[in-house]
């Protein structure tokens, strides 16, 4: 016969095993988790690339059992600072853009022209020496659009007339449904008794978001009209849709479907991971240096943008500049992520931007938000100072080159 002494025994011995094996579990569970990169991978990397480059992106977050990022004590070389006067160096990429006369683009359909012509090569989602991270990561996955820059508005583009049409008819039927609402809300409004002061409230609010929808409706369809009854303008938004379905349809021997929410992702992620030969050549020296000192890929997480994109980043990052010419949509401009580097590295990576900016290669700036901002001078030395003070006499804008 077992006694109580024995079955309690057992007893402890059995939770004992089951405390273990969930123990052994959750750290299992923990080790798997920490294999994971913080940062995902790009949404347009080919399947065969995604697991080779988490480990790259593991290398750029590896612990380094010591302060990094904005908490490394270190000492920012003056070319990286700008203190003196912060205009001019927005001031000398504008000169530069205005001295070569770029065609800077307005929205997706924008960059397509360049890609086509060579004037912009695309960078793979990891390469030999660097690795994009968080390139494109802020783009949508709505419905591609057309970027009108003078009105900061932005328009769908439709793949047939039936599209458009089925888009009227929700915005039509959407009105109809929250004009209702409203009066709805309006005679509740009337019936509530006046000393209720709360439900008065509730009321009054949900008619003001109510109206604010509509009002957001109407507008949506008056941008629409203006365009899409526009011969002139429709003709344009045709034209820019056909142009980006065919890049869609074979990519550099892929695919995407632009009805599917995740496809059209990628395909725009894809087309902001490019930069202009000259810049990518820089980089390609900083990023050489940066892996033989230090064995890890360097951290690139902007390249080119376009007007409509910078917009939309300027929402929710200050340092997304809304001038008339940002530096990034040149397609001259990328961004370095020093987060995650040490003392060690980040001295190292400024010294090297140091140098190129002496040697008149690049104009470059340690942000706050753990960035090095690098403009590359295409021709290889800064543009003239007459230029220069033309163009910050002008407010470090100009004018642009009209669009063709």
């Known amino acids: ?131 994009l991270y968080g390139v494109g990561y802020n783009a949508t996955d709505e419905p591609l659009t057309h970027y009108d820059k003078a009105a900061g508005k932005s328009v769908t583009l439709y793949a047939s007339d039936a599209e458009l049409e089925q888009e009227r008819t929700q915005i039509a039927d959407s009105l ?94 894809r087309l902001l991971s490019y930069l202009r030969p000259a810049a990518l050549k820089v980089l390609e020296e900083i990023a050489q240096t940066y892996r033989d000192k230090f064995g890890r890929p360097l951290a690139v997480t902007s390249l080119v943008r376009t007007d409509e994109y910078q917009r939309q980043l300027r929402e929710t990052n200050q340092n997304a500049t809304l001038i008339e010419v940002p530096p990034h949509t040149t397609g001259l401009a990328f961004d370095l992520y020093y987060r995650y580097m040490n003392a060690a590295e980040q001295t190292f990576i400024m010294s090297e931007l140091g140098r190129l900016s002496d040697d008149g290669r690049i104009e470059v700036l340690r942000e706050n938000r753990d960035h090095y901002h690098v403009f590359v001078f295409a021709d290889g030395r800064r543009p003239g100072e007459d230029l220069i003070k033309q163009t910050l006499k002008g407010g470090a804008t100009a004018p642009r080159p009209k669009r063709k």
């Open 176 to 269: 109809k449904l929250l004009e209702e609402t409203v009066a709805n809300l309006k005679n509740e409004l009337k019936a509530a008794p006046k000393r209720d002061r709360v439900l008065r409230a509730k009321f009054l609010s949900e008619v003001a978001e109510n109206e604010r929808a509509a009002k957001s409706l109407r507008e949506r369809r008056k941008l629409l009209d203006s365009f899409y009854r526009n011969d002139k303008a429709r003709r344009l938004l045709v034209a820019e849709y056909d142009m980006i379905s065919t890049l869609a349809r074979d990519f550099g021997g892929r695919a995407y479907d632009l009805q599917d929410a995740a496809a059209r992702k990628a395909f725009k992620v």
């Open 1 to 131: 016969m077992i006694s109580s002494g024995n079955i309690f025994v057992i007893a402890t011995r059995k939770w004992a095993r089951v405390l273990l094996l969930l123990t052994l579990a959750l750290a299992a569970g923990c080790r798997r988790e920490r294999q994971e990169a913080v940062m995902p991978a790009p949404v347009s990397a080919p399947p065969a690339m995604i697991d080779p480059w988490q480990q790259a992106a593991l290398k750029v977050e590896e612990d380094r059992g010591e302060p990094v990022g904005r908490q490394a004590k270190v000492e920012v070389p003056a070319q990286l600072k700008h203190a003196g006067d912060p205009r001019r160096f927005l001031g000398v990429q504008v000169a530069a853009w205005r001295e070569l006369q770029l065609q800077t683009p307005h929205d997706f359909a924008d960059l397509i022209p360049p890609i086509r012509k060579g004037e912009l090569v695309e960078l793979p989602a990891l390469g030999q020496n660097y690795i």
